[in-house]
């Protein structure tokens, strides 16, 4: 029954190379590109043979396999698999549980990140291969590297498949793997500034030496401490590892017993009461189309999941701008003008989000203004709330309340110019999008530059229109305080005037091209 498994692995594998043309190249690049990069960490690995420093070898060793062993435990669980080998599938077929768990483990070694992981742990064993008891040491601490991270990798793919079985689940987990991933982003930006000539060589022995310890890096620390003369140690550390693989077996055969009596979750279905949104705006094409444009923003993952990147984008541009030695003055003043700016501009292509439902507005006759102003309400309200909580929050934390009026100005001009020219854009330059019901993450085709080009236009057109009041706030705080409020008359007026261009003229755009938008939904 083993052989089986692994005969269906091996028929499933092949099987990928049975889609469209296009698929089978972009798998082919795809498997190309992983294997090529695995035997440049061989070639590297077999280079570092010949280097005498046999202790930082092992310490560097040690802290990259601990890292792919976390990441052999982090994307399966956070950003979700396709398991084609769900222990569920087998479940009626009567095989026991000690089977299914042995010949699921092994069609594990199975498939392209396997194989690029034995290269790569191949190339380990070479690096250590400096006499016979460091080269068996070196084998076994392989061999025991390889099971850990293929055991690891089983783990939280079933682990994965029983919390993430419903797509909001999906959802969800991908949304906290990019926020791991940004804020593991600072991190990586901060160690580029140590001094690694001076205090490098520390930290990364600091680091190995508790990794060492534990199931992340014994396997790999292993064949090191052997070369170095520390046999006690090593036996220690190999016996750390075995156990480890011993205890993930354990926990495998386990997790395959839960998972085989454990039917598959299905998504709960809210029941909701009431008119909602549209029980609270005015009556009319306006406040109906606001009503459904806020339910969208609060339920459609499509809106949520891009509305909580939005926060996370100061983050990313104040830390390498504090790291460089950017004032924190100068730094404070950054995130609400910013998160104005990338709310205004998320209303680009919002009538690309609606798909086919588009039609209604059409067939109803709905006036162009009504449906362009109808959509910025929810965005507005959020943008509002944002320039006066967090201007007010800015300046009382600057100690500075003379920044106020340029603060409101810039932040203004930034938010209702994204939305006046997001008015136009998205009904005279829509480009395809995730369709309702679809993963959030999922790349839909689109034809030629225009995808980049829309967004490129919108936001360089909100910059542009921004322009002056940042230059007059410019001159409020290197020059004359008095600049300030001319910033504010400058960003507001300008801000309103591109606003309401851009309700009435996008809403002729929308009349003007209402059969060409419907089609363009249809296609896409």
């Known amino acids: 029954m083993v052989a089986q ?230 036996l220690v550390k190999l016996l750390i590892a075995g156990a480890s693989v011993w205890l993930g077996w354990l926990a495998w055969k386990a997790l395959v017993a839960k998972m085989l009596v454990t039917p598959g979750r299905e998504a709960s279905v809210r029941s909701y009461h009431g008119l909602g949104w549209f029980g609270r705006t005015t009556s009319g094409p306006t406040g109906a189309i606001a009503a459904r444009s806020t339910t969208y923003w609060f339920r459609d993952s499509r809106y949520w999941v891009s509305l909580l990147m939005v926060p996370i984008a100061p983050v990313l541009v104040m830390l390498p701008l504090g790291i460089a030695g950017v004032p924190s003055m100068y730094l404070g003043l950054i995130p609400v003008p910013l998160v104005c700016l990338l709310l205004g501009w998320s209303l680009h292509n919002d009538t690309a989000y609606d798909n086919t439902a588009i039609w209604l507005h059409v067939a109803s006759g709905v006036r162009g203004a009504a449906d362009r102003f109808g959509r910025l309400v929810p965005v507005l309200v959020a943008g509002i709330l944002v320039i006066g909580l967090g201007s007010a929050v800015t300046v009382f934390v600057l100690d500075d309340w003379r920044l106020l009026p340029s603060l409101l100005g810039v932040s203004t001009a930034l938010l209702l110019a994204g939305l006046g020219v997001g008015s136009i854009t998205s009904a005279a330059m829509p480009y395809p999008v995730v369709k309702p019901g679809d993963s959030p993450f999922q790349q839909p085709q689109s034809t030629g530059g225009i995808t980049a080009l829309v967004q490129s236009l919108a936001m360089f057109a909100a910059l542009l229109i921004a322009a002056p009041a940042i230059w007059f706030a410019a001159l409020g705080i290197f020059d004359d305080p008095s600049w300030h409020m001319v910033s504010l008359a400058a960003g507001a007026g300008l801000g309103v005037l591109v606003l309401v261009i851009g309700v009435f003229g996008g809403g002729r755009v929308f009349e003007r091209r209402a059969p060409e938008i419907v089609a363009a939904a249809v296609r896409a």
């Open 5 to 234: 498994l692994l005969r269906l692995k091996l028929r499933l594998l092949g099987n990928i190379f049975k889609r469209s043309a296009w698929q089978v190249v972009g798998l082919s690049v795809a498997i190309v590109y992983g294997l090529g990069i695995s035997a440049l960490l061989f070639l590297i690995l077999v280079g570092l043979r010949s280097v005498d420093d046999v202790a930082l070898v092992r310490d560097v060793l040690v802290v990259c396999g601990a890292a792919t062993v976390v990441g052999f435990l982090v994307v399966p669980l956070v950003f979700g698999v396709d398991d084609t080998m769900d222990p569920r599938r087998f479940a009626l077929f009567g095989i026991p549980d000690r089977t299914i768990a042995l010949g699921l483990a092994l069609s594990a070694m199975i498939g392209v990140p396997a194989v690029a992981l034995a290269i790569v742990l191949t190339g380990t064993v070479v690096t250590w291969s400096r006499g016979f008891g460091s080269t068996v040491f070196a084998v076994l601490g392989a061999l025991l590297a390889f099971a850990t991270c293929l055991l690891a990798a089983r783990l939280t793919a079933g682990i994965a498949g029983l919390l993430l079985e419903t797509r909001r689940a999906r959802d969800v987990g991908t949304v906290l793997g990019v926020l791991f991933v940004v804020m593991i982003a600072p991190i990586a930006v901060a160690l580029t500034t140590v001094d690694w000539a001076a205090s490098g060589r520390l930290a990364i022995g600091a680091i190995a030496g508790a990794l060492s310890w534990t199931p992340l890096g014994a396997a790999f620390a292993v064949p090191g401490e052997a070369a170095s003369g520390a046999w006690g140690v090593a």
